[in-house]
């Protein structure tokens, strides 16, 4: 499972792919065919925010890769003098992620959207709500690492 926590550790969001029934691969079509499932939880202080495999949400392998790539180049960028922002969206619109480099406090803020209609299974639809926090290099190292391994289809 791959997560990350803000500085403060008391934010906590996770990404865990998994291989149930929507799980459909083919190593014979490209990247944007093959749909991998996860699911996603936000722990906050008070409450907690999940789209869990009910909601029977998937990423392409695509995605997952550009995931990688993106968080990559923000760690590349933390010790640069200058901003970088990467920007993730869920193909089918579970989630959307905004990576800010803040050069000086070499920290990362990021935006969390979730859908809410995947969170409630639809008894609530129409907007997104979403989380800002601060995390830092290790933070981002750790969440990489962990979706790293989660890959399973090689």
Known sequence: MAFITNIE???KLEISLKKNSMFDYNPQRSDHENWIPFILCLTLPQRCSMIDES????????EIKNLIHGVE???EHLDCPENYVYNFYNSEGFFGLELEVIPEDNVVEIK??????????GEIFGY???VRFVSGKKELIDFLVG???EIFWD
Do not use: C, F, P, S
Request: proline share 0%; hydrophobic share 40%; charged share 15%.
């Open 55 to 62: 909601a029977n949400a998937t990423m392409t392998i695509y």
């Open 147 to 149: 979706i790293k391994q």
């Open 73 to 75: 180049g923000v760690l």
């Open 128 to 130: 997104d709500e979403g």
């Open 9 to 11: 550790k008391n934010l």
């Open 112 to 121: 969390l959207w979730i859908n809410v209609g995947n969170q409630t299974k």
